[in-house]
Protein backbone atom coordinates (compact mmCIF):
# COMPACT_ATOMS: atom_id res chain seq x y z
CA UNK A 1 0.00 0.00 0.00
CA UNK A 2 1.16 3.60 -1.37
CA UNK A 3 1.60 5.91 1.54
CA UNK A 4 -1.78 7.61 2.06
CA UNK A 5 -2.22 11.29 4.09
CA UNK A 6 -5.47 12.53 5.47
CA UNK A 7 -6.68 15.88 3.72
CA UNK A 8 -10.15 17.40 4.57
CA UNK A 9 -12.19 14.56 4.89
CA UNK A 10 -10.53 11.98 2.34
CA UNK A 11 -7.56 9.54 2.51
CA UNK A 12 -5.29 10.38 -0.54
CA UNK A 13 -2.19 9.29 -1.96
CA UNK A 14 0.61 11.34 -0.29
CA UNK A 15 2.38 11.96 -3.47
CA UNK A 16 -0.96 14.06 -4.46
CA UNK A 17 -2.12 14.64 -1.57
CA UNK A 18 -2.75 19.01 -1.55
CA UNK A 19 -4.26 21.84 -0.44
CA UNK A 20 -5.61 24.95 -2.19
CA UNK A 21 -3.07 28.04 -3.12
CA UNK A 22 -5.16 30.48 -1.17
CA UNK A 23 -5.03 27.95 1.98
CA UNK A 24 -4.31 30.62 4.73
CA UNK A 25 -1.75 28.19 6.18
CA UNK A 26 0.52 28.80 2.87
CA UNK A 27 -0.45 32.54 2.38
CA UNK A 28 -0.07 33.68 5.89
CA UNK A 29 1.11 30.65 8.12
CA UNK A 30 -2.01 30.80 9.60
CA UNK A 31 -2.24 27.56 11.17
CA UNK A 32 -1.07 25.71 14.05
CA UNK A 33 0.20 21.73 14.47
CA UNK A 34 1.02 18.58 16.46
CA UNK A 35 3.81 16.41 16.22
CA UNK A 36 3.12 13.17 17.88
CA UNK A 37 5.14 10.02 18.50
CA UNK A 38 3.68 6.20 17.81
CA UNK A 39 5.74 3.58 19.65
CA UNK A 40 4.51 0.12 19.42
CA UNK A 41 1.68 0.71 17.35
CA UNK A 42 0.52 3.23 20.29
CA UNK A 43 -0.17 7.00 20.15
CA UNK A 44 2.39 8.67 23.27
CA UNK A 45 0.85 11.09 24.83
CA UNK A 46 -2.38 12.11 22.78
CA UNK A 47 -4.32 14.09 25.77
CA UNK A 48 -1.25 16.31 26.48
CA UNK A 49 -0.91 16.98 22.85
CA UNK A 50 -5.06 17.36 21.80
CA UNK A 51 -4.69 19.40 25.08
CA UNK A 52 -1.93 21.67 23.56
CA UNK A 53 -3.57 21.76 19.79
CA UNK A 54 -6.94 23.49 21.37
CA UNK A 55 -5.24 25.43 23.39
CA UNK A 56 -2.96 26.63 20.05
CA UNK A 57 -6.82 26.75 18.39
CA UNK A 58 -8.28 28.87 21.13
CA UNK A 59 -4.94 31.38 21.22
CA UNK A 60 -5.22 31.89 17.46
CA UNK A 61 -9.31 31.99 17.85
CA UNK A 62 -9.79 29.18 15.55
CA UNK A 63 -12.37 26.18 15.71
CA UNK A 64 -11.69 23.08 15.66
CA UNK A 65 -12.44 20.79 12.61
CA UNK A 66 -13.24 17.78 14.62
CA UNK A 67 -13.32 16.89 17.68
CA UNK A 68 -10.20 15.27 20.21
CA UNK A 69 -12.30 11.97 19.54
CA UNK A 70 -12.72 12.31 15.74
CA UNK A 71 -8.99 13.16 15.27
CA UNK A 72 -8.14 10.27 17.34
CA UNK A 73 -10.03 7.85 14.65
CA UNK A 74 -7.92 9.76 11.72
CA UNK A 75 -4.40 9.39 13.15
CA UNK A 76 -5.13 6.03 13.72
CA UNK A 77 -6.11 5.50 10.40
CA UNK A 78 -3.50 7.44 8.80
CA UNK A 79 -1.05 5.01 10.77
CA UNK A 80 -2.62 1.83 10.15
CA UNK A 81 -2.61 2.59 5.95
CA UNK A 82 0.98 4.09 6.59
CA UNK A 83 1.69 1.18 8.43
CA UNK A 84 3.40 3.39 10.59
CA UNK A 85 3.98 1.42 14.51
CA UNK A 86 7.24 3.41 15.47
CA UNK A 87 7.47 7.00 14.20
CA UNK A 88 5.48 10.42 14.19
CA UNK A 89 2.28 11.57 13.44
CA UNK A 90 1.82 14.81 11.91
CA UNK A 91 -1.41 17.32 12.09
CA UNK A 92 -2.05 20.39 10.86
CA UNK A 93 -5.11 22.95 10.91
CA UNK A 94 -4.78 25.42 8.98
CA UNK A 95 -7.73 28.77 9.34
CA UNK A 96 -9.08 27.60 5.49
CA UNK A 97 -9.16 28.78 2.24
CA UNK A 98 -9.97 31.92 1.05
CA UNK A 99 -9.83 35.12 -1.08
CA UNK A 100 -6.52 36.56 0.19
CA UNK A 101 -6.54 39.42 2.80
CA UNK A 102 -5.81 39.81 6.30
CA UNK A 103 -8.99 39.56 7.52
CA UNK A 104 -10.30 35.93 7.24
CA UNK A 105 -14.23 35.58 6.78
CA UNK A 106 -16.66 35.10 9.90
CA UNK A 107 -17.98 31.54 8.38
CA UNK A 108 -14.21 30.33 6.64
CA UNK A 109 -13.88 26.62 7.55
CA UNK A 110 -10.23 24.97 9.08
CA UNK A 111 -8.47 22.57 6.50
CA UNK A 112 -6.64 19.62 8.09
CA UNK A 113 -4.34 17.53 7.47
CA UNK A 114 -2.47 14.41 8.66
CA UNK A 115 0.69 12.44 7.89
CA UNK A 116 2.54 9.48 8.95
CA UNK A 117 6.56 8.82 8.98
CA UNK A 118 8.39 6.12 10.31
CA UNK A 119 10.80 6.65 13.37
CA UNK A 120 13.31 4.01 14.17
CA UNK A 121 13.70 4.90 17.96
CA UNK A 122 16.71 4.27 19.69
CA UNK A 123 16.81 0.87 21.74
CA UNK A 124 19.19 2.28 24.48
CA UNK A 125 21.58 5.53 25.64
CA UNK A 126 24.41 3.93 23.82
CA UNK A 127 22.76 4.15 20.27
CA UNK A 128 22.44 8.08 20.76
CA UNK A 129 25.09 10.63 19.63
CA UNK A 130 25.84 13.82 21.36
CA UNK A 131 25.50 16.54 19.00
CA UNK A 132 26.32 20.17 18.78
CA UNK A 133 24.59 23.65 19.31
CA UNK A 134 25.16 26.89 17.64
CA UNK A 135 23.69 29.65 19.35
CA UNK A 136 21.57 32.16 17.74
CA UNK A 137 19.77 35.24 18.82
CA UNK A 138 15.71 34.26 19.03
CA UNK A 139 14.23 36.57 16.51
CA UNK A 140 10.51 35.05 16.55
CA UNK A 141 7.43 36.82 17.48
CA UNK A 142 6.41 37.27 20.79
CA UNK A 143 4.31 33.85 21.01
CA UNK A 144 5.92 30.78 20.63
CA UNK A 145 4.06 29.11 23.05
CA UNK A 146 1.26 28.75 20.52
CA UNK A 147 2.27 25.86 17.88
CA UNK A 148 2.02 27.41 14.93
CA UNK A 149 3.20 26.76 11.50
CA UNK A 150 4.95 30.17 11.43
CA UNK A 151 8.57 28.46 12.24
CA UNK A 152 10.19 30.43 9.60
CA UNK A 153 12.72 32.35 11.84
CA UNK A 154 13.39 28.56 13.43
CA UNK A 155 14.19 27.13 10.28
CA UNK A 156 16.69 29.90 9.38
CA UNK A 157 18.06 29.66 12.47
CA UNK A 158 18.80 25.25 12.30
CA UNK A 159 20.52 26.53 8.65
CA UNK A 160 22.77 28.72 10.35
CA UNK A 161 23.43 26.05 12.50
CA UNK A 162 24.19 23.82 9.42
CA UNK A 163 26.16 25.73 7.97
CA UNK A 164 28.60 25.95 11.22
CA UNK A 165 28.63 22.44 11.48
CA UNK A 166 26.04 21.88 14.79
CA UNK A 167 23.31 19.75 14.62
CA UNK A 168 20.74 22.58 16.07
CA UNK A 169 20.38 25.76 17.02
CA UNK A 170 19.98 27.30 20.89
CA UNK A 171 17.77 30.76 21.12
CA UNK A 172 18.77 33.11 23.44
CA UNK A 173 16.77 35.98 23.95
CA UNK A 174 18.03 39.59 24.86
CA UNK A 175 18.61 39.16 28.62
CA UNK A 176 21.63 36.69 27.27
CA UNK A 177 18.80 33.82 28.45
CA UNK A 178 18.39 30.64 26.65
CA UNK A 179 14.48 30.00 25.31
CA UNK A 180 14.63 26.93 23.59
CA UNK A 181 16.30 24.91 20.54
CA UNK A 182 14.52 25.27 16.82
CA UNK A 183 11.90 22.26 17.78
CA UNK A 184 12.98 21.16 21.35
CA UNK A 185 13.44 22.68 24.68
CA UNK A 186 16.37 22.95 26.28
CA UNK A 187 18.33 21.56 29.61
CA UNK A 188 21.18 21.90 31.64
CA UNK A 189 22.73 20.35 34.33
CA UNK A 190 24.84 22.52 36.61
CA UNK A 191 28.16 22.18 38.19
CA UNK A 192 25.88 22.23 41.44
CA UNK A 193 24.63 19.27 39.58
CA UNK A 194 20.85 21.03 39.52
CA UNK A 195 18.91 20.29 36.33
CA UNK A 196 17.07 23.04 35.10
CA UNK A 197 14.89 24.06 32.74
CA UNK A 198 13.11 27.33 31.52
CA UNK A 199 9.73 28.09 33.39
CA UNK A 200 6.40 28.33 30.90
CA UNK A 201 5.81 31.89 29.80
CA UNK A 202 4.80 32.98 26.36
CA UNK A 203 8.88 32.60 25.49
CA UNK A 204 8.70 28.93 25.22
CA UNK A 205 6.68 25.88 23.46
CA UNK A 206 5.29 23.80 26.44
CA UNK A 207 7.08 20.63 25.11
CA UNK A 208 5.08 17.62 25.63
CA UNK A 209 8.02 15.38 26.43
CA UNK A 210 9.20 17.81 28.84
CA UNK A 211 6.09 17.83 30.68
CA UNK A 212 6.31 13.82 31.21
CA UNK A 213 10.21 14.33 32.50
CA UNK A 214 8.85 16.69 34.69
CA UNK A 215 5.90 14.28 35.68
CA UNK A 216 8.17 11.14 36.37
CA UNK A 217 10.98 13.06 37.65
CA UNK A 218 9.93 12.29 40.88
CA UNK A 219 9.75 8.29 40.60
CA UNK A 220 13.44 9.12 39.38
CA UNK A 221 14.80 11.02 41.84
CA UNK A 222 15.62 13.80 39.76
CA UNK A 223 15.21 16.96 41.39
CA UNK A 224 14.31 19.64 38.49
CA UNK A 225 14.47 23.65 38.55
CA UNK A 226 12.04 25.42 36.14
CA UNK A 227 14.14 28.64 35.35
CA UNK A 228 15.38 30.63 32.98
CA UNK A 229 19.52 30.33 32.62
CA UNK A 230 21.66 31.83 30.31
CA UNK A 231 23.94 30.98 27.75
CA UNK A 232 26.92 31.20 29.90
CA UNK A 233 25.74 29.37 32.21
CA UNK A 234 24.76 26.82 29.43
CA UNK A 235 28.13 27.03 28.50
CA UNK A 236 29.47 26.38 32.08
CA UNK A 237 27.33 23.22 32.62
CA UNK A 238 28.00 19.95 33.75
CA UNK A 239 25.66 18.54 31.00
CA UNK A 240 23.52 19.96 28.49
CA UNK A 241 20.44 18.14 26.07
CA UNK A 242 17.50 18.75 24.48
CA UNK A 243 13.77 17.05 24.49
CA UNK A 244 11.38 16.94 21.75
CA UNK A 245 8.63 14.43 20.65
CA UNK A 246 11.12 12.82 17.88
CA UNK A 247 14.62 13.62 19.22
CA UNK A 248 13.28 12.34 22.82
CA UNK A 249 16.98 13.24 24.97
CA UNK A 250 19.27 14.38 23.02
CA UNK A 251 23.28 14.87 24.54
CA UNK A 252 24.98 18.20 23.69
CA UNK A 253 28.90 18.20 23.77
CA UNK A 254 29.33 21.31 22.39
CA UNK A 255 28.27 24.91 22.56
CA UNK A 256 29.61 26.90 19.96
CA UNK A 257 33.54 26.34 20.37
CA UNK A 258 32.62 25.60 24.48
CA UNK A 259 33.07 22.10 25.13
CA UNK A 260 30.32 20.48 27.93
CA UNK A 261 31.49 19.11 30.40
CA UNK A 262 33.76 16.65 29.14
CA UNK A 263 32.50 16.35 25.58
CA UNK A 264 30.66 12.74 26.41
CA UNK A 265 26.75 12.09 27.51
CA UNK A 266 26.73 12.60 30.78
CA UNK A 267 25.22 10.94 33.67
CA UNK A 268 22.44 12.81 34.59
CA UNK A 269 21.25 13.19 31.01
CA UNK A 270 21.37 8.94 30.39
CA UNK A 271 18.84 8.80 33.62
CA UNK A 272 16.48 11.13 31.81
CA UNK A 273 17.15 9.25 28.39
CA UNK A 274 16.49 5.91 29.67
CA UNK A 275 13.46 7.47 31.66
CA UNK A 276 12.10 8.81 29.06
CA UNK A 277 12.36 5.80 26.63
CA UNK A 278 11.01 3.24 29.49
CA UNK A 279 7.66 5.57 29.47
CA UNK A 280 7.31 5.60 25.42
CA UNK A 281 7.86 2.27 25.05
CA UNK A 282 5.06 1.72 27.82
CA UNK A 283 2.53 3.41 25.51
CA UNK A 284 2.83 0.17 23.11
CA UNK A 285 2.59 -2.20 26.09
CA UNK A 286 6.48 -2.41 25.72
CA UNK A 287 8.32 -3.67 22.20
N1 LIG B 1 8.84 20.39 17.77
N2 LIG B 1 10.14 23.84 21.23
C1 LIG B 1 9.82 24.01 19.93
C2 LIG B 1 10.03 25.34 19.31
C3 LIG B 1 9.29 22.93 19.19
O1 LIG B 1 8.96 23.09 17.91
C4 LIG B 1 9.14 21.66 19.83
C5 LIG B 1 8.56 20.48 19.11
C6 LIG B 1 9.50 21.55 21.18
C7 LIG B 1 9.36 20.25 21.93
O2 LIG B 1 8.02 19.93 22.13
P1 LIG B 1 7.52 18.41 22.22
O3 LIG B 1 8.28 17.79 23.34
O4 LIG B 1 6.07 18.54 22.51
O5 LIG B 1 7.81 17.77 20.90
C8 LIG B 1 9.99 22.66 21.86
C9 LIG B 1 8.27 19.38 16.95
C10 LIG B 1 8.74 18.02 17.28
C11 LIG B 1 8.49 19.75 15.50
O6 LIG B 1 8.23 20.90 15.17
O7 LIG B 1 8.91 18.91 14.71
Request: charged residues 20%; neutral net charge.
Amino acid sequence: MPRQSYVNGRYVPHASAAVHIEDRGYQFADGVYEVIAVAGGAIVDEGPHMERLFRSLAEMKMTAPASAASMHVILHEVMRRCRVRDGAVYLQISRGVAPRNHAWPADIKPAMVVTARPIAWPRNFAEVRAIEILAVPDQRWGRPDIKTVALLPNALARMQADAAGAADAWMVDEDGMVTEGTSANAWIVTEAGELITRQLSRAILAGVTRRAILEFAGANMLAITERAFSLEEAKAAREAFQTSTTALVKPIKKIDETVIGDGQPGPVTAKVFEAYLAYLTSFGGGN
